[in-house]
């Protein structure tokens, strides 16, 4: 099985921040690989697939990058809305797994 | 409107059964795979199931392989996950997504999620 690590696990921004989020994969996965937010007892909504492409209608700070086992997740300027848990998936091969996930809060 | 919504969350015992349900709306049905996802409170996702659009091809995650089987009818538009031996690391959320396509095996769609507690 591919395993998913996500850092940090947590993080404190402030509005207007740049933040960062990565995501390793314990193998190869190409560019396998989605991202979701998640906001307290909501579903989770698809942000990101192919490492690096957007959703319809997901904000322009959001952007994706990375390919094989390192990817990354950035948010250019924190929106109080961006508040959330963040994931990253792959779907390169079954079982599809996630990572632990990313909790992003205000400072 | 693309929508799924679950149903067929409860309370059951240790050792018992229950099938969720999952209904689809606003795509054609028969052409999208169908995957189900689990949160323990205050947990992450978890990833559970996944059946191909035609419901020939089905993958389990290796927690619930052998307990768990996931169903289609593109008939009523439903995906069904029919649980059995229930343990106690099962109470979760139970959420149905809709899978973006053969290539994009991500989920796109999500529902509300439906609960599912285990009480031992």
């Known amino acids: 099985d591919i395993q998913m690590t996500q850092s940090p696990s947590s993080l404190s921004a402030s509005v207007g921040d740049r933040v960062t989020i990565t995501c390793r994969a314990s193998?190869?996965?190409?560019?396998?690989l989605a991202w979701y937010q998640q906001k307290p007892e909501k579903a989770p909504k698809s942000l990101i697939y192919?490492?690096?492409t957007l959703e319809s209608g997901v904000p322009s700070r959001f952007s994706g990058s990375g390919s094989g086992t390192d990817f990354t997740l950035t948010i250019s300027s924190l929106q109080p809305e961006d508040f959330a848990t963040y994931y990253c998936?792959?779907?390169?091969?079954?079982?599809?797994?996630f990572g632990g996930g990313t909790k992003v809060e205000i400072k | 409107e693309v929508q799924v919504s679950e149903s067929g969350g409860g309370l059951v015992q240790a050792g018992g059964s229950l099938r969720l349900s999952c209904a689809a709306s606003?795509?054609?049905?028969?052409?999208?795979?169908m995957s189900w996802v689990r949160q323990a409170p205050g947990m992450g996702l978890e990833w559970v199931s996944h059946?191909?659009?035609?419901?020939?091809?089905?993958f389990y995650a290796d927690s619930v392989q052998g307990r768990f089987t996931i169903s289609r009818d593109n008939s009523k538009n439903t995906v069904y996950l029919q649980m059995n031996s229930l343990r106690a690391e099962d109470t979760a959320l139970y959420y149905c997504?809709?899978?973006?396509?053969?290539?994009?095996?991500?989920?796109?769609?999500w529902g509300q999620g439906t609960t599912v507690t285990v009480s031992s």
């Open positions: 997504a809709k899978v973006r396509s053969q290539l994009y095996t991500y989920m796109d769609v």
């Open positions: 606003g795509f054609t049905f028969s052409s999208f795979a």
């Open positions: 193998q190869g996965i190409s560019i396998w």
């Open positions: 059946i191909s659009g035609s419901g020939a091809a089905t």
């Open positions: 998936q792959q779907y390169d091969s079954y079982p599809l797994t």
């Open positions: 192919g490492a690096s």
